[in-house]
RNA sequence: GCCGGUGUGCUGGAAUCGGCAGACAGGGCGGACUCAAAAUCCGUUGCCAGCGAUGGCGUGUGGGUUCAAGUCCCACCACCGGUACCA
């Protein structure tokens, strides 16, 4: 027997998988489908992370199995190769990011096949294709003609110095990741998408999914639903209302003053009667300036400037109260507006402490001298409502407002629109045109895609727009509305876009008439079971959800949930335990572990490395253990002494039990258990010495979907003529994985003291008959009193004395 | 702060429903093979006491429920992730 040569191989069988197209798939109508998604990757420069083949190994165990169940499985592969890390790796070695995305597509694809994954490569997809976009584009018209894409003046983060917009993640401790210049809020217009409109559905559909918990309890608390009302306060001497939404109406009496955002319009439209307006608009101009980063980092302090000159009027305990300019209200929820209870809510409260407002209690409790009293109780100095409870009192206050016009019941969600915009080079092109006649016109959809130009610097121009914006023959066109001149937009897509509906496009990568055909649409959604990061909980899974929602409602797409089951996995971090980077010297190359211990070591030690859902620290030993692993189930061929295709009867039990232990954990992502199981059953060979055919086969079949080349080569060693990847999944005996003798250990009052056997199913009665004669219970239980027994049947015997 | 998660030998980690804690690995120690080493194979390995049989202790801490708790309940501590004054 040769020695194990992995590297020969594993080449040998990733040829025959691609000649072959082995892992290519077609729609099969009547055929049982099942499509596995795995989060297609980024092509970054410094190629493939080891955390990569944890979750691709454990998707395609899944993948590899179900083939061998007889399911239809699609399991693709594809780029997410729009974004920032290229365009700025493009702009540091000049070169063009078409080049470096092509470059680095190609090492991920060398990389990737190298592991063995049952990709279906015949549908990759890439998302800066064209052929791609294309339909990103179209998806974005729809969006526009709908009325959910649209535009909106908004504060972006800009570097002065570089005179670029910048993504939240580039701003480090409020200053310019790239140059250390600080950062400084800048109005911009910005395409927006109306997800906000689905906020409910993107709550209530998510019971019928089988996602994991926290994913469900993350995307929940994020879109963040509060019920509550909107009141009118009138401003006193004009007609004019400020606008606030409560969870609390109750607490309503006690709104002794108000506070709106710095940004609030009320500032502007009542310049004329404010006598401090210089004040106000100091603090204004600061609170611009203050990055997100401060503004967090001041929670205690609250600042804020008295509008002089004019007050509000609380409607329902008929008093004047002063209004307040103050940054730890937001623009954003709601209507920038609040009524403060000071007494009730502890931002008020500290607030009012700081510039000496009143503070009414309204609802009893603990005093509200220190702090404020947030808590359950009967409403107080509150004539309309005293006496009832705060949800009773919600009630009834929300009724008297919606009488007396005051305002109304509503709800409202922290969940804010998605900004669509990127003053980037490296994005789809938006499809739409400024016309002066008629004003933002859509491309028609014959046009597309709006390819992106080359340019000759991908650096934001001087007044931060895009790139884009420096190529006048570009941008300067005719609207195709009315054919006068007009301008292109120059901003693009966020690298979300994407990403958002890749899966649609995997289902018929060639279509050049539709996103992906109805047959294919049809046959193959949903996605069965997609695996991913829980950093993309928030921001990817829930914008995925939102166009395929929005593609429900315009016919596109046959169901209302694009993914049926969504789990994640965790973190690889270096050997020290701290994340992975060149800086710190922890990187593992995978392509090193592949050339040194094989891919299917990788893919082993990937599985054992721990639980799936938690983070997990790299090990070189642990790799080294696997390695062995599989020379010993390599060297179990020299081991096979029976050609018999029948298990021996002291193999039977693990054997069987191994059957349904690995079949049942691959499919629960428990790779680590799965392969402690098939390490067991090796242990096993090798303690009896000698095996047979059928023993040695079971194993490699149970094996393969880890080790998919070693499992096959022995099994082509072994004569036969098909491959694993031909043959069905092995099915076990359940009476043969249980034990015939079971033995069970006996507690006396809750210590285990000794053990005795008894046959697999026997009666309760019988068993405590038997265990009152042995002479170990009589020697424990001598001169005592008993006051119980508890038999739990084929697993222990408590006793209980006194 | 809030939301979510985690805490088990020297290390990574096992432990469907509340039922023998430490499976399976790594590392250590001992042995076989070898002139020797590596590799391989076999044995051993939670901690404390004891030559041993054995006994005691033991799943972040403190309490509780139960015949029985890593698992359930209450309070707390530490760490990780998300988020940022959400009215």
Request: aromatic share 10%.
């Amino acid at each position: 027997m040769r020695h194990y040569n992995f590297t020969e191989i594993e080449k040998k069988w990733q040829g025959i998988w691609d000649k072959e197209g082995t892992f290519e798939v077609k729609e099969r109508p009547g055929v049982d489908k099942d499509y596995i998604l795995i989060e297609f990757p980024y092509p970054s420069a410094q190629g493939l992370h080891v955390g990569h083949p944890r979750s691709y190994t454990a998707l395609d165990i899944v993948a590899r199995k179900r083939r061998r169940e007889g399911k239809n499985v699609l399991f693709p592969i594809g780029f997410d190769s729009f974004g920032l890390p290229t365009e700025n790796y493009a702009i540091k070695t000049k070169t063009h990011p078409k080049v470096v995305t092509e470059e680095n597509i190609r090492h991920f694809t060398r990389q990737l096949k190298s592991i063995g994954f049952s990709f279906d490569w015949s549908r990759a997809v890439t998302t800066s294709d064209p052929e791609y976009y294309k339909w990103t584009q179209w998806i974005f018209l729809q969006l526009f003609k709908k009325g959910l894409a649209y535009k909106k003046k908004m504060d972006i983060n800009f570097c002065p110095s570089c005179k670029v917009g910048l993504a939240n993640e580039e701003v480090v401790g409020g200053e310019c990741e790239r140059c250390g210049a600080p950062v400084v809020r800048r109005e911009k217009e910005q395409w927006m998408l109306g997800i906000t409109k689905y906020a409910q559905r993107l709550i209530d559909d998510l019971d019928e999914l089988d996602f994991i918990e926290r994913v469900k309890i993350q995307q929940v608390n994020w879109i963040g639903r509060s019920q509550g009302a909107n009141i009118y306060f009138p401003i006193q001497d004009t007609d004019e209302k400020l606008e606030v939404f409560t969870t609390r109406p109750d607490t309503i009496y006690g709104a002794t003053y108000m506070v709106i955002a710095p940004e609030h319009p009320l500032i502007d439209r009542s310049r004329d009667r404010l006598e401090n307006y210089e004040a106000i608009s100091e603090y204004r101009h600061h609170a611009k300036h203050k990055s997100d980063f401060e503004r967090t980092q001041l929670v205690k302090d609250k600042t804020g400037v008295r509008l002089e000159g004019i007050m509000a009027f609380n409607p329902i305990s008929e008093e004047e109260i002063p209004i307040y300019i103050s940054d730890y209200v937001m623009m954003e929820y709601g209507s920038g507006a609040i009524m403060a209870v000071p007494a009730h809510d502890q931002r008020d409260f500290e607030f009012a402490k700081a510039f000496g407002e009143r503070i009414l209690q309204t609802v009893s409790g603990d005093p509200v001298d220190e702090k404020a009293y947030t808590g359950d109780g009967k409403v107080i100095n509150s004539p309309l409502i005293d006496g009832l409870s705060v949800d009773e009192a919600i009630k009834k206050m929300v009724q008297i407002i919606v009488e007396r016009g005051l305002g109304e019941e509503k709800i409202q969600y922290k969940l804010r629109d998605w900004i669509f915009s990127r003053q980037r080079y490296w994005g789809e092109p938006i499809p739409v045109v400024h016309c002066e006649k008629c004003g933002v016109v859509p491309l028609p959809e014959e046009e597309l895609p709006l390819i992106l130009p080359d340019v000759e610097s991908y650096e934001t121009t001087e007044d931060g727009s895009s790139p884009l914006a420096a190529i006048t023959d570009w941008v300067n066109t005719t609207c195709p509305s009315c054919g006068g001149s007009a301008k292109r937009e120059t901003d693009t897509m966020p690298q979300w876009a994407g990403s958002s509906w890749y899966f649609l496009r995997y289902l018929d990568p060639h279509n050049d008439k539709a996103l992906a055909s109805d047959e294919a649409i049809n046959y193959w959604m949903p996605v069965d079971w997609y695996n991913g990061g829980m950093e993309h909980t928030t921001l990817h899974l829930l914008y995925s959800r939102f166009w395929y929602k929005f593609l429900y409602d315009i016919g596109v797409v046959p169901t209302p949930e694009p993914y049926a089951k969504r789990t994640s996995h965790g973190f690889i971090l270096g050997e020290n335990g701290e994340k992975m980077s060149k800086s710190r010297g922890n990187v593992i190359n995978p392509d090193e572990v592949v050339r040194n211990y094989g891919a299917d070591t990788l893919r082993i030690y990937e599985m054992f490395i721990g639980d799936f859902e938690k983070t997990v620290s790299w090990s070189m030993n642990g790799v080294a253990g696997a390695k062995r692993f599989l020379e010993r189930v390599w060297n179990l061929q020299s081991m096979m002494a029976s050609e018999s295709k029948n298990y021996s009867k002291d193999l039977e039990l693990i054997i069987h039990q191994s059957i349904e232990k690995v079949g049942k954990d691959y499919e629960h992502l428990k790779g680590n258990t799965a392969i402690a199981q098939l390490m067991s059953l090796t242990n096993a060979y090798y303690q009896k010495g000698s095996i047979t055919r059928g023993e040695l086969e079971v194993l490699l079949l149970l094996l393969n979907p880890v080790a998919p080349h070693m499992s096959e080569e022995i099994f082509e060693n072994l004569g036969n003529r098909e491959q694993i990847s031909q043959t069905k999944w092995p099915s076990f005996d359940r009476e043969k994985t249980l034990e015939d003798q079971v033995e069970l250990p006996v507690q006396i009052n809750g210590k285990v003291r000794f053990r005795m056997v008894f046959p697999r199913g026997m009666d309760k009665s019988l068993v405590e008959n038997e265990l009152k004669e042995s002479s170990d219970y009589k020697s424990y239980t001598e001169g005592k009193t008993l006051v119980k027994i508890i038999v739990v049947p084929d697993k222990l015997i408590s006793v209980v004395v006194k």
